[in-house]
C-alpha cells in the first residue's frame, strides 16, 4: 500500500503529531510520498530510518498511490482536489485546524485512524463537484470545486447585477455583492454563512445563495445538481471576481458562465461510527447550551 501525504504547513505544536504518524505508516510497511513544497517543512519531524518518495503533480499519483492524507484543515482538502481530480484515490482529512466539517480524524487519533485503513474498516462517501463547462481555461485543468463557485464584485466597486439560467430557464437577476453556487458539502461552508441551507452530502442538488441582497425577498434556491447553470453579470461596472474554492481571479462581464456537475466524484474516508448528523451536531454544537 502506498499512501500520499498533503499539506500546506505544519504548526510547531503539532510536529509531534507528524512524527506519530510517519513512524505508524512505516512500521506498517506502507510506502509514504510526500508533496514536494510539504515535504520541507515535514523534515524536521521526520523520524530516523523513515523514508519516503516526492509527488509534484496529480500524474505522480494516479495509479500509483492508493489513498490520500490531507493534513490540516477542510481549506487543505480543497487544495488537494487538483491531485486527486478523476483518479477515484480515497482521501482521509486529519484535522490539525479548528472545525474540520470534511477532515475528521483528530490529531489525536492518527494511529488509530492508520489501522482502520490498513484492516479496510472505513467508509467512504463520495462528494460531488462543481465543473466550469466555459470558459474553460480560467484556472488551466482545473475546472472544478468541491465546495462553491462565487461571482462577487471587486471590493472598491459598486453592487452587481446577475442574471441567472437554469437550464436555460430565466431563474432571477440578482442584485447585491454576488451569488454563490455550492454543492451538498459546500452547504455547510461559505452558503451556510450567507444564510443558505444545510443539504446532507447524498442529497442530488446544488444551492444559488445570494450574498448581501439588495432585496430581502430574495432567498436561496435549492435546484437538481443535473441542472446546467448559465450566469451573466451586468451592471455598470465593467470587472467581477470569480473564484471555485481556493482559486479566484477577475474577469471581464462579457464572460459568461456555464457550470455543471462534474462527471467524477471526490471519495471522502469516514472512520466506522461517523455520519453527517452527528458531525453537524458536534461542530455546530446543537443541543449545547453554554449559558452556565
Given at each position: 500500500m502506498n499512501i500520499a501525504l498533503f499539506g500546506k504547513n505544519i504548526a510547531p505544536e503539532n510536529g509531534e503529531y507528524m512524527r506519530q504518524l510517519l513512524s505508524e505508516l512505516s512500521e506498517r510497511q506502507?510506502?509514504?510520498?510526500?508533496?514536494?513544497?510539504?515535504?520541507?517543512?515535514?523534515?524536521?519531524?521526520?523520524?530516523?530510518?523513515?523514508?519516503?518518495?516526492?509527488?509534484?503533480?496529480?500524474?505522480?499519483?494516479?495509479?500509483?498511490?492508493?489513498?490520500?492524507?490531507?493534513?490540516?484543515g477542510d481549506g487543505t482538502i480543497l487544495d488537494a482536489v487538483p491531485f486527486v481530480r478523476d483518479s477515484g484515490m480515497p482521501v482521509l482529512g486529519i484535522n490539525m485546524g479548528r472545525l474540520g466539517f470534511l477532515s475528521s480524524v483528530s490529531k489525536n487519533d492518527v494511529k488509530e485512524a492508520v489501522s482502520c485503513i490498513v484492516a479496510g474498516d472505513y467508509a467512504?462517501?463520495?462528494?460531488?463537484?462543481?465543473?466550469?463547462?466555459?470558459?474553460?481555461?480560467?484556472?488551466?485543468?482545473?475546472?472544478?470545486?468541491?465546495?462553491?463557485?462565487?461571482?462577487?464584485?471587486?471590493?472598491?466597486?459598486?453592487?452587481?447585477?446577475?442574471?441567472?439560467?437554469?437550464?436555460?430557464?430565466?431563474?432571477n437577476t440578482y442584485w447585491g455583492d454576488g451569488i454563490l453556487l455550492a454543492t451538498p458539502t459546500g452547504s455547510t461552508a461559505y452558503s451556510l454563512s450567507a444564510g443558505g441551507p444545510i443539504i446532507a452530502p447524498n442529497a442530488k442538488n446544488f444551492v444559488i445563495t445570494p450574498i448581501a441582497t439588495h432585496n430581502l425577498t430574495v432567498r436561496p434556491v435549492v435546484i437538481p445538481d443535473d441542472s446546467v447553470i448559465r450566469i451573466q453579470v451586468e451592471g455598470r461596472e465593467r470587472k467581477f471576481v470569480f473564484s471555485m474554492d481556493s482559486r479566484n481571479c477577475t474577469l471581464d462581464t462579457s464572460v459568461q458562465l456555464e457550470v455543471r456537475k462534474a462527471h467524477f466524484c471526490l471519495n471522502l474516508v469516514r472512520m466506522r461510527g461517523e455520519d453527517f448528523f452527528g458531525t453537524i451536531r458536534n461542530k455546530l454544537m446543537w443541543g449545547k447550551d453554554n449559558r452556565n
Open positions: 506502507i510506502g509514504i510520498v510526500v508533496y514536494q513544497p510539504f515535504a520541507a517543512m515535514l523534515d524536521p519531524f521526520v523520524p530516523e530510518g523513515v523514508n519516503y518518495s516526492i509527488f509534484r503533480s496529480y500524474e505522480d499519483l494516479k495509479g500509483h498511490v492508493d489513498l490520500l492524507f490531507s493534513i490540516g467512504v462517501e463520495q462528494r460531488t463537484l462543481l465543473e466550469l463547462v466555459a470558459p474553460k481555461d480560467v484556472f488551466g485543468n482545473v475546472h472544478y470545486a468541491l465546495n462553491e463557485l462565487n461571482v462577487i464584485r471587486n471590493p472598491e466597486h459598486s453592487l452587481l447585477a446577475i442574471k441567472v439560467f437554469v437550464d436555460d430557464v430565466y431563474l
